[in-house]
């Protein structure tokens, strides 16, 4: 039903004064755009508008809105029961969740921990890795080394670890854990040189003794700024990790279910962490949902001596979460991921191409389901949203970043239509 424009004001009204959306002032928001309903990959606006959606909702929505099969899972899932606590309680949706999970993983990780969301699945890799290094006796092994331009979340020991200039430094610096930052790899259209990893083994070698582990996004920077670097990076990192028993966390929050063109970008380097975290598309979007993947070896070292892992989220491994994290990845089983996210990849070169003579325009680039044309100057979120929302597309830039990663099932004729709308919009800047 569409609502009438005094309907949609009264509504924007009320959100505007009570409402906090992320990252935007709590007295002067960004303006918001009211949603009556989504469907494959398209958003409809509460005026009957209909956006086709070039976000997937923050990297989550890969099936598309509304998908046939997820909606089942959840009701059927739904009339047997949406909670029970997992404490001393377990189901089969998470057994089942979680045997999915360990098959389609780096076979290393046998080992799941179920929890809340992205931000929540880093907090319980961090302390995985502290109690496995406390359990080991390496007492001062209490920090983490990153590479800079990285983001792992909003929480404070998440935040500790995001690019240090970026990020939310400044804003909490005192209050923030102290880590180790080195410099990122250069980009992956650069190729590799063996200088990339020089400023990482450095800090490694000087400060072996107090990291517990090395935390990254493998391949693709997400939030901290939507870098590409070369897996070999990952390659030399995993060797130095091994050398001097520190551990490697991978953070596959935003790249993992086939974002990159393969199912995990570690897969791009042939290497597995010794921690994983998902979260995003690990329902298809359709709630908060996450987990933290890792081995025997660190399980049994943190088991030591009765050890406890303390950690255990109110609605861990929730039913109706696992099952439609079931539903989702069986979709992903159907799927070809190298010639169906390949296919999106085509498109997005194909279609952002001409953005390259831009005179706006820094850089264009594209890996597995995921565009990027970077301006030379930042852009005006509000103002350029609202001519993307004129145009029938949802797009949200951040900072000098204009960028797409669609849904999976968008068709070449609305690829085609997104790019081309990203085209004539820059053009104009
Ligand atoms: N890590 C990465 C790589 C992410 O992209 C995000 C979300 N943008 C997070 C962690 C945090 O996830 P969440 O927002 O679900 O807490």
């Known amino acids: 039903m569409v609502q009438t424009q005094s309907e949609i004001a009264a509504l924007l009204d009320y959100d505007r004064r009570h409402v906090w959306h992320p990252y935007t002032s709590p ?14 990959v398209y958003v409809r606006l509460m005026d009957g508008r209909e956006l086709i959606d070039g976000m997937a909702s923050w990297w989550c929505v890969i099936h598309g809105y509304n998908h046939p099969r997820l909606n089942a899972a959840l009701r059927e899932q739904a009339d047997k029961m ?18 999915s999970l360990i098959n389609s993983t780096p076979h290393k990780l046998q080992k799941v921990f179920f929890c809340d969301s992205g931000s929540v699945a880093v907090e319980v890799a961090m302390k995985m890795a502290l109690q496995y290094q406390t359990a080991l006796s ?11 331009g990285g983001y792992h979340g909003d929480t404070l020991g998440a935040m500790s670890v995001c690019d240090p200039v970026t990020g939310m430094h400044q804003l909490f610096s005192g209050a923030l854990p102290i880590q180790f930052f080195a410099r990122r790899p250069g980009a992956l259209d650069k190729g590799w040189r063996e200088d990339d990893i020089a400023d990482f083994q450095a800090q490694l070698e000087a400060h072996h003794h107090e990291i517990a582990a090395v935390i990254m996004e493998p391949v693709v920077q997400g939030a901290g700024g939507m870098y590409f670097y070369a897996p070999e990076f990952l390659r030399r990192v995993r060797v130095l990790c091994d050398k001097y028993g520190i551990l490697l966390i991978l953070d596959e929050i935003a790249t993992g279910f086939g974002r990159t063109g393969r199912m995990f970008a570690c897969e791009h380097a042939g290497i597995a962490p010794d921690i994983m975290c998902l979260g995003k598309a690990v329902t298809g979007g359709y709630m908060s949902f996450a987990a933290t993947l890792t081995t025997e070896r660190v399980g049994e070292v943190i088991g030591r001596r009765e050890g406890v892992f303390m950690h255990g989220p109110t609605f861990m491994a929730n039913p109706l979460a696992c099952a439609v994290a079931n539903a989702s990845l069986e979709l992903l089983a159907e799927m070809d991921i190298g010639v169906d996210v390949g296919r999106i990849s085509e498109g997005l070169r194909r279609g952002l191409e001409p953005c390259r003579e831009l005179p706006a325009v820094a850089e264009v680039r594209a890996l597995g389901a995921i565009g990027v044309v970077e301006m030379k100057t930042p852009v005006d979120v509000a ?21 797409i990663m669609p849904p999976y099932i968008i068709t070449n004729t609305e690829l085609d239509f997104l790019t081309r709308q990203m085209v004539e919009v820059i053009k104009n800047l």
Do not use: S
């Open 27 to 40: 007295t002067h928001p960004l303006p918001v755009y009211p949603v009556a309903a989504a469907h494959g």
């Open 82 to 99: 949406a909670h029970v606590m997992f404490g001393g309680l377990t189901h089969d949706p998470a057994i089942k969740r979680a045997r």
């Open 138 to 148: 390496r007492g001062r092994a209490k920090h983490f080394l990153t590479i800079r």
């Open 383 to 403: 103002v350029i949203q609202q001519v993307f929302v004129e145009r029938g597309v949802w797009i949200r830039p951040f900072g000098r970043l204009i960028y």
